[in-house]
């Protein structure tokens, strides 16, 4: 059975900073895996989504990290910003492209100015 | 980009009433919409898979006698919790799947609060 864990599982930085979110699987065996971001009492946002056979996906100011043999995943959020602040959730999906998503519980990300 | 809609955002009811959420993807037709369940600090659980027309299909331990998905349309499905009781209080989370044909892209509601006194 397919587990995701998120470390950590709260984050308070200052603005500007650098940081690194973790995300890791149990089985190795994925199809792809999905970052995303969740604010308050609100759904969900797709950040990035990184096929098995991707090692990282880049968008702005965000880079996702897959070690697929490892069964993990990294977050950069480079020079982060008071708006960064939400939680933030990885979901790898298995069984191929019609498998479920199995989500970890989130980092929550606070960004201060 | 697609938008999938849920209402209400928000519902307090009394317990043993029933309450029925409704999620729409207004953009787009969707193959495939899916549940899911957020308690406070853990992880989205998937609750139930449904597809326009046929029944859905419940994962392991969700009563599908009390959690009840109609899916009549490829635009609509609702969730129905009867006979509510407080440990259903939860924030409930649709999803919407387009088959690209490569690869399932699911669109996110924006979650429904459920409170049950």
């Known amino acids: 059975k397919q587990e995701v864990t998120q470390i950590p599982a709260a984050l308070s930085v200052p603005e500007g900073e650098n940081l690194v979110l973790n995300c890791s699987f149990t089985d190795s065996a994925i199809y792809n895996l999905q970052w995303f971001r969740q604010d308050p009492g609100k759904g969900l946002t797709s950040l990035l989504l990184?096929?098995?056979?991707?090692r990282e996906q880049t968008s702005g100011r965000l880079n996702a990290s897959l070690d697929k043999s490892s069964g993990r995943s990294t977050l950069y959020i480079a020079a982060s910003q008071p708006g960064d602040s939400a939680t933030y959730l990885c979901a790898v999906r298995s069984g191929g492209s019609q498998g479920n998503l199995i989500f970890g519980k989130g980092t929550k990300l606070s960004v201060k100015p | 980009g697609a938008v999938v809609s849920q209402h209400p955002s928000w519902v307090i009811c009394k317990s043993g009433t029933s309450v029925k959420i409704e999620c729409r993807s207004l953009d787009f037709q969707a193959t495939t919409m899916f549940w899911y369940r957020q308690f406070p600090k853990q992880s989205l659980m998937l609750m139930a898979t449904s597809n326009e027309g046929s029944k859905a299909t419940y994962e392991q331990g969700v009563e599908k006698d009390k959690f009840l998905i109609n899916h009549a349309s490829l635009t609509l499905s609702t969730l129905t919790v009867t006979s509510a009781h407080p440990e259903d209080s939860s924030f409930y989370i649709c999803s919407a799947s387009v088959d690209s044909g490569t690869q399932e892209t699911q669109y996110f509601g924006p979650g429904t609060r459920l409170l049950v006194l």
């Open positions: 990184i096929q098995s056979s991707q």
